[in-house]
């Protein structure tokens, strides 16, 4: 079977699943630096999804793109050492302050620039935003069919993709013709571990912008081995409308931003019999909490 | 997210000693291999890095992975089927996890697909793995069978079969029979030579053997006709893929249950010889054996570091007459000792597997070039102290983890005695360490030559001259104390010179020198971090105690005693 060509998008994200009292601003913002920066957990889903087409079909590679501040070509590397052949990194001050429209916008310009992608993998939604816009945006932005909820991959055959979906009732098997973006579960396998002689053979990569700011003795090496530098790609290397970038290509406005502190509520008890539940299923039909 | 070398600093204390350096070097061959593989490191700083990185690896799969399918691998345990052998559920992604990780042949030399490390760093994946499940550990641990085919074994060997250990095929090393257990001169499995075809094919059978339908095994046999002894024995490849092996059946054992232990039958199972015939229990067999006792006494330090942890975390958790129960001296008491024991025994782990990692890549430099003649010197002084060290390695560590195994329990009262709580399974999986790969008996044996030969002594005296810290200089004294009273001991045994006698007390003597080589570890130890005062105090205080009683054991014996304890 002809090899592919692989596009997974990632995040770095702040861990909110680890939060402290710090983890808020006063002024209602997540505070960044008290939180640290990973690899959004389904955006890992997505990754293995990729390496195990790459295990299936011998050649296919499997890239990385990322947008973001410096710090993110983190995301990069660690993609490398879990087996991805390269990655890039979309960096640049127009690219601040984009809400989810204007970063579909952004990773799809990039990924025309990769150019003849078969496959965008991406995770169903982001822990520190929880939209899940961004991948079925960059579907619609490249005039793409997208398939959501992804757990499995089944068969790839012919141009087509076959691939279950994680729906509320069930699974649902979907063909699509390829290319297409997919987006994956976090009920999907996990990602594999890193991988010993990648971790070794990528740790000193680093974007220009690193490179110039480290002060490791390892300077000759990125001239020796030139898969050790990870592209920075601004606004300039790919084609866009400035207009669509960053703050101004943004229409999403925040209104307010509340902080909300779960309280444990009284609890009630319910008898275990017909009678008791029953009652239960229509307070809770009533209530809009089911149906 | 939890990392099992992380979360144990004691690990990278230890990988980052002093005598790594010459280490590294050593293993790298000054780095030469950085022009031709992308994972080389380029300098000694470069490859620490990467064997720190590469660690943190084992740790968070033993963490996330190992660790927690650990309870389920020792319930279910494997299958013996028609295919031979089917490992628990989690027992395979355990595996699976590794290999895709890359963790196989993590010593082997890159032209075979390994990762070049030395044993140092091996060992303490060893030692991460035990912690998290020590069944597991078996068959993940024996790709250092494949050390045995890389040292003895033709070119044409090495490369059809070490990649292939690289690439995550499991190994076995076939020995013991049911006549032949500690005595494997014993070994009957018949192996023939045809000479029409060139081949040589086995039969007979063996027993106990761990992961016995792996990839690939090494298997002693008997190649001389008429012969009884181990010179008449020879070291041979089994490559599972050429069939003629069947399992008979898997044992049903009290601990490490996750690892398959198996009885073979070969019935003319083709085989290729390994290196000279006669020389497979005399020479292949005494290093191979080597190399798994040193992973046997990392085993045993893994298994160690769970029990302690376990009995820590339930003497701050347990509250009894009104307070966590770690408060009352008699719990404390068992706790502090047990990390003081612990880290003795692991820096004395440390310590053999900086020998033998010296020792070792000699020996395979001398095969690449002549080596110089200083070269040559270091390489006999490390290749005995290593020889005297993995038996004294292998016999204290396994006693300690069973110790340690039966204080954690000790502190977690009844709870402990129940299946609730991971150390009832521990405390079943320690009982093998001082049992297999030579019982402490038989470590008690090889180690015995260290102690009136007067290599250990040689070591200690080398110790006492190291340089430390005024403050440490207290330590050091109570260890010359103990040395003096050491010497008595074995100048009494040497000059009444009956060698029953000798074996009568030999645990004892050799158990007085590792006490004194820990205390000496420890004091190095403290003079790199101040942290390790509390163990090294801890540590002489009872180890001086132990020393003492055996000191007068000895004192007040002489040669008619063993008719006093000999069975009539």
């Given amino acids: ?291 | 997210m939890d990392n099992f070398y992380l979360d144990n600093p004691e690990l990278k204390f230890h990988l980052t000693h002093p005598l790594m350096k010459k280490i590294v070097a050593l293993k790298e061959r000054d780095f030469k291999d950085k022009d031709n593989y992308d994972y080389a490191p380029i300098d000694f700083e470069d490859a620490m890095d990467s064997y720190q990185k590469v660690l943190e690896i084992v740790g968070d799969i033993c963490a996330n992975i190992v660790g927690p399918n650990a309870e389920g691998v020792d319930q279910e345990g494997p299958v013996h089927d028609k295919n031979g052998v089917t490992y628990a559920k989690g027992t395979q992604e355990n595996l699976d996890a590794l290999i895709k990780a890359g963790l196989m042949g993590i010593t082997l030399p890159r032209e075979f697909e390994g990762l070049n490390f030395p044993i140092v760093p091996y060992t303490m994946a060893a030692d991460i793995v035990s912690r998290a499940d020590a069944g597991f550990v078996n068959i993940w641990g024996l790709q250092d069978c494949a050390e045995t085919i890389h040292e003895f074994a033709s070119d044409e060997q090495k490369t059809k079969y070490l990649p292939r250990v690289s690439r995550g095929e499991t190994m076995a090393m076939d020995l013991t029979e049911p006549d032949a257990g500690s005595d494997l001169q014993r070994v009957m499995l018949k192996a023939n030579y045809n000479e029409q075809e060139d081949q040589w094919y086995l039969n007979g059978v063996k027993r106990f053997i761990t992961n016995g339908d792996g990839d690939i095994s090494l298997v002693l046999a008997r190649s001389e006709d008429g012969t009884v002894d181990g010179r008449g024995l020879s070291m041979f490849i089994y490559d599972k893929a050429s069939k003629g092996v069947t399992v008979r059946r898997i044992e049903h054992k009290m601990g490490i249950i996750g690892s398959p232990t198996c009885e073979l039958v070969f019935k003319n199972a083709k085989a290729e010889l390994v290196g000279d015939r006669k020389l497979g229990l005399i020479k292949y067999v005494m290093s191979l054996m080597n190399g798994a006792r040193l992973g046997i006494a990392a085993q045993s330090v893994g298994i160690a570091e769970a029990a302690y942890r376990e009995a820590l975390t339930y003497a701050e958790e347990r509250e009894q007459f009104g307070k966590p129960i770690i408060q009352f001296p008699a719990v404390y008491e068992i706790l502090t000792t047990m990390k003081a024991k612990l880290d003795a025994c692991r820096s004395l782990l440390y310590e053999t597997a900086r020998f033998v990692d010296i020792y070792k890549t000699y020996t395979h430099i001398a095969e690449e070039r002549t080596l110089e003649k200083e070269e040559r010197n270091e390489m006999k002084k490390y290749q005995k102290l290593a020889d005297i060290y993995t038996p004294l390695a292998k016999g204290i560590s396994s006693e300690l983890c069973n110790q340690m195994a039966y204080d954690s329990l000790q502190i977690h009262g009844g709870s402990g005695f129940m299946k609730d709580y991971p150390i009832e399974r521990i405390y079943r999986d320690a009982r093998i360490t001082s049992i297999y790969e030579g019982t402490t008996q038989l470590q008690v044996v090889a180690a015995i030559r260290g102690v009136t030969a007067g290599g250990y002594l040689k070591q200690i005296n080398e110790y006492e001259n190291s340089e430390i810290k005024p403050e440490l200089q207290n330590y050091r004294r109570m260890l010359v104390g103990m040395t003096e009273e050491y010497e008595d001991a074995v100048d009494k045994i040497n000059n009444i010179g009956d060698s029953e006698f000798t074996d009568f007390h030999a645990r004892r003597l050799v158990e007085m020198a590792g006490n004194i080589i820990m205390g000496y570890l420890l004091i190095l130890d403290t003079e790199r971090d101040h942290n390790y005062w509390k163990s090294t105090e801890v540590f002489l205080k009872v180890a001086r105690g132990e020393n003492k009683g055996k000191a007068e054991f000895i004192r007040y014996s002489n040669v008619n005693d063993l008719g006093k304890f000999k069975k009539e």
């Fill in chain 1, 1 to 291: 079977m002809k090899a592919l060509k692989i596009v997974v998008l990632a995040k770095q994200v702040p861990d909110t699943r680890n939060v402290g009292k710090d983890a808020m601003k006063a002024d209602g913002t997540v505070n960044r630096a008290a939180l640290p920066a990973i690899f959004n957990p389904e955006d890992l889903n997505a990754l293995e999804q990729a390496l195990r087409v790459k295990d299936q079909i011998p050649g296919t590679k499997v890239i990385l793109l990322t947008m973001g501040p410096g710090r993110a070509a983190e995301v990069i590397r660690e993609g490398l050492y879990r087996g991805a052949d390269e990655g890039y990194l979309l960096t640049d001050r127009a690219f601040a302050g984009a809400d989810t429209l204007a970063t579909s916008y952004a990773l799809a310009c990039a990924i025309r620039k990769i150019n003849d992608v078969d496959l965008i993998f991406a995770g169903r939604q982001a822990i520190d935003g929880d939209t899940a816009q961004v991948g079925p945006q960059v579907a619609e932005k490249m005039h793409l069919p997208q398939v959501t909820y992804v757990e499995e991959i089944t068969e790839i055959k012919k141009g087509k993709i076959t691939l279950k979906r994680r729906l509320e009732r069930g699974v649902e098997s979907v063909e699509c013709p390829m290319p297409c973006v997919v987006t994956v579960n976090g009920s999907a396998p996990t990602c594999r571990p890193r991988n010993a002689k990648a971790l070794m053979k990528y740790k000193h990569a680093r974007t220009v912008t690193e490179q110039q700011d480290s002060s490791e003795d390892y300077i000759t090496l990125y001239t020796e081995r030139p898969y050790l530098a990870i592209p920075e790609w601004s606004v300039n290397d790919i084609e866009s409308d400035l207009q669509q970038l960053g703050l101004t290509g943004s229409p999403t406005k925040v209104k307010k931003i509340e902080n909300i502190v779960f309280q444990a509520k009284e609890a009630r008890k319910i008898e275990s019999n017909d009678e008791g539940i029953e009652d239960l299923m229509k307070e809770l039909i009533e209530n809009h909490t089911l149906g």
